[in-house]
Nanobody, 121 residues
């Protein structure tokens, strides 16, 4: 499986962006897809995840109520709808896949290339 992230860009605070992560190859129902983000010089941090089969979602406290993760099984795509964006949401966003859930980036097996999100004040 390979992951391709897209949808980043520049937006003003309070605005919205939608990120997508397209997976090539088969994603098994037991798999989990997630989004992480990283500011240069800082560690990569968990943002949200979704179980491919059941659709169960988990969010970091910092994005709850503002971000929504979803999957489109037919398209093998995971989306991250980001609303009410804040300057502190600026980061490179990465999608990831794993067979088990964790908030630790080192536990995730497969990564996309990252997409830049910049929120201006």
């Amino acid at each position: 499986v390979q992951l391709q992230a897209s949808g980043g860009g520049l937006v003003q605070a309070g605005g919205s962006l939608r990120l997508s992560c397209a997976a090539s190859g088969r994603i098994y129902s037991s798999g989990i897809m997630a989004w992480f983000r990283q500011v240069p010089g800082q560690e990569r941090k968990f943002v949200a995840s979704i179980r491919w089969g059941a659709g169960t979602t988990v969010y970091a406290d910092s994005v709850k109520g503002r971000f929504t993760i979803s999957r489109e099984k037919a398209e093998n795509t995971v989306n991250l709808q980001m609303s009410d964006l804040k300057v502190e949401d600026s980061a490179i966003y990465y999608c990831a896949w794993s067979s088990s859930w964790s908030t630790r980036p080192q536990d995730w097996k497969l990564w996309g290339q990252g997409t830049q999100v910049t929120v201006s004040s």
